[in-house]
């Protein structure tokens, strides 16, 4: 089932601790701390695959996670790192934090491959704790956090030309003609309920990417018939070819109905009627007698080339497709990318991050995500456990803080349930 749109969680790995642990073998009575590092916890990796063109590998399973790095073990051994998750998504895709819409990452052009999550640093062991005042430290790192993320993947597709119109009008039949793609041929509307891509493959050599879109209908906009909801994979298309149909069986006014579907088309993304668009007045076969005069109308009421063609005869097909290569041969690349406006690893520095205030009692409040992590595995009732803390507190600017809110000697400070007096 075609599917340009998934809502997922992901999840990098956890870091693994560092180990606390000390040499013992014979002959060694008082050997030195040992513990190895943590391994790195497992990143979450997106990648362009040219396999895919939808998006359905992600309707079935909701949270995709990488695995944890192992803890470091003793005699310095380190611990296995987490394994890499590799997701696989069509070109085009973007990646869009769920809560707020900001692009992550737009999978287009050279972005083939992203890191989009990196895995929890591993912890160090207590081996690197050693200090010729503090020579058997019974503490170490613990690994770095996993970091979850909801996003949203959108599918644009990149196609080099699309088929617009009304449903019916064609477009199916004549991407049947021009390429190797199957879609469903009927004779009711909407028999095109997903886009469909083909390759356009031309006699002197190269191809084209064509695509055709759902048929869009008055009021699309605001949600009659199929809505909107493909429209975005045409943003992308170099060129259009609008199709309408002038049999006059189904559709009276072809001018009309190119009115009725440019005006669709602008309520979406005005920028879509600044593209070339070719106009083929399709089923010509069926108005030997007037379909010249109903062209020439066209051509001069919307000022753009206009074609006559049968997509089930092959009538005027070749004219219109050397018209697409044409504008293709002279087009510059202007492919829209959509530039990231949200860095997840800038968000979740925020965890890093601390706030000091001062008390009803003037004492100073120091609370922070890092901090409270810190507090978890120091033994603060050793004194090298404390003075290990204290370092922590100054490499983390805390200290700093306090000095510039004015902070005296004597003054009393609390960590959670950690509470000491401050001396410079």
Do not use: W
Request: hydrophobic fraction near 35%; include cysteine; charge should be negative.
């Amino acid at each position: 089932m075609f599917a340009d749109r998934a809502r997922i969680i992901i999840q990098s790995g956890k870091g693994g601790n560092g180990h606390i642990s000390f040499r013992r073998e014979k002959f060694v009575p008082a050997g030195g701390p040992d513990g190895g590092d943590g391994g790195r916890g497992g990143d979450i990796i997106f990648e362009v695959s040219d396999k895919l063109n939808n998006l359905s590998d992600f309707r079935m399973r909701r949270k995709f996670a990488a695995t944890n790095g192992e803890e470091g073990g003793k005699k310095r051994q380190h611990g296995k790192d987490g394994q890499d998750l590799v997701l696989k998504v069509p070109a085009g895709t973007i990646i869009k934090e769920a809560e707020t819409g900001q692009v992550i990452c737009d999978m287009s052009g050279d972005n083939r491959r992203v890191v989009l999550l990196k895995g929890g640093k591993g912890g160090l062991g207590n081996m690197h704790f050693a200090t010729s005042t503090m020579q058997a430290p019974k503490y170490a790192k613990p690994g770095g956090d996993a970091k979850s993320l909801e996003v949203i993947l959108e599918l644009k597709l990149l196609a080099d030309v699309g088929l617009v119109g009304y449903p019916n009008a064609g477009k199916s039949t004549l991407l049947s003609r021009l390429s190797n793609a199957k879609p469903e041929i009927a004779d009711y509307p909407f028999t095109t309920l997903n886009p469909i891509l083909g390759v356009v493959d031309l006699p002197g050599g190269g191809s084209f990417v064509m695509a055709d879109i759902p048929g869009i209908i008055e009021g699309a906009s605001e949600g009659v018939g199929l809505g909107l909801e493909f429209l975005r994979h045409i943003e992308r298309c170099k060129v259009l070819i609008h199709m309408v149909d002038i049999s006059g069986v189904e559709r009276e006014d072809p001018i009309e109905d190119i009115r009725a579907v440019n005006l669709e088309l602008a309520s979406y993304n005005q920028k879509l009627l600044d593209k070339p668009i070719i106009i083929a007045c399709n089923k010509a076969d069926t108005r030997p007698d007037d379909a010249e005069e109903i062209r020439q109308k066209v051509e001069d009421t919307f000022h753009r080339k206009t074609f006559l063609i049968s997509a089930v005869t092959g009538e005027g097909v070749k004219e219109l497709i050397g018209e697409v290569v044409r504008i293709l041969d002279e087009y510059k690349d202007e492919t829209n990318i959509y530039p990231s406006t949200f860095d997840p690893e800038e968000f979740f520095k925020k965890d890093d991050s601390f706030t000091v205030e001062v008390g009803s009692d003037g004492e100073y409040l120091v609370t922070g995500p890092k901090i409270e992590k810190m507090l978890g595995y120091t033994n603060l009732d050793s004194e090298k456990g404390f003075a290990f803390f204290q370092k922590f507190l100054k490499q983390q600017g805390i200290l700093k803080k306090l000095e510039e809110m004015g902070i005296k000697d004597g003054d009393t400070v609390k960590v959670y349930n950690l509470e000491f007096e401050y001396y410079k």
